[in-house]
């Protein structure tokens, strides 16, 4: 679906979730980047990428996900989910 609607965030957003639950982690990672391209998320994507990303051991570009996922959330009214994003980012610094 993603490969016949490449315009189409909805079908990107469902095959990066996809690949995220079939444990394909690096390739949830592409698709969910070649998501955030097109679409304005309000915060899931980027909590979702970031994690794979700290599963994946690379915790730079997962604690900067989260930072802007905090930002996004924030800006369309979803104080929850930053907060949620705020306390993984301190748990991965530990």
């Given at each position: 679906m993603a490969?016949?609607?490449?315009?189409?965030?909805?079908?990107?957003f469902g095959l990066a979730v996809e690949y995220l639950s079939a444990g394909r982690t690096e390739e949830g990672?592409?698709?969910?980047?070649?998501?955030?391209e097109i679409a304005e998320d309000e915060g899931n994507a980027w909590g979702?990428?970031?994690?794979?990303l700290a599963?994946?051991?690379?915790?730079d570009e997962a604690r900067a996900a989260w930072r802007r996922g905090i930002e996004v959330s924030l800006a369309h009214g979803?104080?929850?989910m930053a907060e949620e994003f705020r306390?993984?980012?301190?748990?991965l610094d530990g």
């Open positions: 490969e016949a609607r490449p315009d189409d965030p909805r079908a990107r990672v592409d698709a969910l980047r070649s998501y955030l979702r990428l970031a994690a794979a599963e994946l051991g690379r915790h979803h104080p929850t306390t993984a980012l301190e748990e």
